[in-house]
């Protein structure tokens, strides 16, 4: 026979605000959030919507929560460090429950050479030796390195007309 756990004894109202203050400045000190996602956390942890609310007064008195911020860098830093296109930087700001006018505020800050350049770089990550090879061997194995390199960049969120003529560049330079 198992032990089943103790219930846990009701926290007093004062705890409860303590604890999922607590928990937001916890999810805080891991990375920046927005609204929508700090709200979402809480409910998860199983904070009543009054305390979520009073925590969610606090943050935003304290200024530690700003949709217009948190996009701002999240664009900033998934589109240098991790090369992700304005598609899937737009998607992802989206998943986090971020207004539309603020992620294309944010996504207006990223320039299309900028852009075009990481898609590039990209690009020549993938082309070694034998992808060369297999590009130059016959027009089968040239359209299927083309496939693969475009579908690269476009699930990395970049359009796929720019797509197509990042490939082309560079298996033309390649050559």
């Given amino acids: 026979m198992t032990d089943s756990p103790e219930p846990r004894p009701r926290r007093s109202p004062e705890e409860s ?19 929508d996602e700090m709200r979402k ?19 935003d008195a304290a200024g530690l929560l700003d949709d217009a911020d948190f996009a701002g860098e999240w664009v900033r830093a998934r589109h240098s460090t991790s090369g992700k296109g304005r598609i899937a930087l737009r998607h992802e700001l989206a998943a986090k429950g971020v207004d539309k006018a603020i992620v294309e ?4 800050g990223v ?6 350049e990481i898609a590039a770089r990209l690009v020549a990550k993938k082309l070694t030796a034998s992808t ?4 130059h061997t016959d027009r089968t194995g040239r359209d299927k390195v083309f496939r693969r390199l475009v579908g690269m960049l476009v699930r990395r969120g970049y359009g796929q007309s720019m797509s197509i003529d990042v490939v082309n560049e560079a298996l033309r330079a390649a050559a």
């Fill in 132 to 135: 060369l090879e297999e590009a």
């Fill in 41 to 59: 956390r809480l409910q998860r942890r199983g904070f009543e919507e009054s305390e979520i609310e009073s925590v969610m007064t606090r943050l």
């Fill in 17 to 35: 605000k303590a604890s999922a203050w607590d928990a937001a400045l916890r999810l805080l000190g891991i990375r920046a959030r927005s609204r």
């Fill in 111 to 116: 320039d299309p050479d900028a852009e075009r």
């Fill in 105 to 108: 505020e944010a996504l207006a």
